[in-house]
């Protein structure tokens, strides 16, 4: 069965504005229908239009949990992203960029991997499963710095995991604990006992 999504989701995955998207479809650069006086695209034609974007024919998947406790989903996050990029690239270079790491945090092993891969010309795109693996927050700022050594950031699927919000809050606890070690210093015990015992009556 066809999913249709709205423009909003549509420039959430290219990384551009709701109005760029609405463009396109006036231009006639990409198929909608209208329903009720709005425009709702078919993912068939999101995936025509990745895949024949540019020639894209090295990828980097992106996958991200915030603990240990997850790593099963961290192998199906992967295995997800494999069989999307081969459904919508065909045969194309992969490589598997990985953290085990909160979103808040912004010096991950793999996110400077990434990093490091777009300036060395090596990848033509980033594909993670959500907006929230690839950073909590600023991920249009990634966005356009992924643009500048021209690597396109894809997001995969729109709709949020059902555990999204026990693992949000997971990484504001870590923030927290963080900040608390800074700040209070021998009081750090006290902080972060109070934060935990939130994060258990939450």
Sequence with gaps: ??????????????????????????????????????WRIPYSEVE????????????????????????????????????????????????????????????????????ELAKRRQIDAIVVTYKDRLTRFGFEYLVELFKAYGVNVIVAFQDEPKDYMQELVEDFVEIVKSFASRIYGHKYEKVIKCVEDVEKDS
Excluded at 10 to 37: D, L, T
Excluded at 100 to 107: N, P, Q, T, Y
């Design 1 to 38: 069965m066809e999913r249709y999504l709205t423009p909003s989701e549509v420039a959430e995955i290219f990384g551009m504005s709701r109005s760029g998207v609405i463009k396109w479809i006036r231009e006639g650069k990409i198929k909608a229908i209208e329903i009720n006086g709005r």
């Design 48 to 115: 025509r239009l990745i895949s024949g974007k540019e020639r894209v024919k090295q990828v980097a998947i992106y996958a991200r949990v915030s603990s240990n406790t997850q790593k099963d989903d961290l192998e199906r996050q992967l295995n997800t992203l494999k069989e999307w990029v081969k459904k919508t690239f065909g045969e194309v270079s992969v490589t598997e960029v990985k953290d085990i790491d909160s979103g808040l945090k912004e010096d991950r092993r793999g996110l400077k991997k990434l990093i």
